[in-house]
């Protein structure tokens, strides 16, 4: 069974940091490409970023390129996003996915507020 449970979520300051987390099962990461997608309060889906199988290629949207870091562990099964000088509008629900088998974590909550 599939599954992709995320982590690492909470309340921060603007400015502050968090490092989100991402436990595969059911599959092997290192043979997929992964994504985490997030969703601000009252609007649609917005991809974030994007790991390749080998780690190399690394994308990222305009409204998080050289703030955000996604990183895997495919020994552990993990894909991360490191989350650097947070503002206000991160403030999201994120989701860690893998296209290849359709399947999306539960979410975590990330808020940014003073």
């Not at 199988?53 to 994308?59: A, E, K, N, P, T």
């Not at 991360?80 to 991160?90: G, I, R, S, V």
């Amino acid at each position: 069974q599939v599954q992709l449970v995320e982590s690492g979520g909470g309340l921060v300051q603007p400015g502050g940091s968090l490092r989100l987390s991402c436990a595969a099962s059911g599959f092997t990461t290192r043979s997929r490409w992964m994504n985490w997608v997030r969703q601000a309060p009252g609007k649609g889906l917005e991809w974030v970023s994007h790991i390749n199988q080998g780690g190399d290629i690394s994308l990222y949207a305009e409204t998080v390129k050289g703030r955000f870091t996604i990183s895997r562990d495919d020994a552990k099964n993990m894909l991360y996003l490191q989350m650097d000088n947070l503002k206000p509008e991160d403030t999201a629900i994120y989701y860690c996915t893998s296209p290849a088998d359709d399947a999306w974590g539960q979410g975590t909550l990330v808020t940014v507020s003073s």
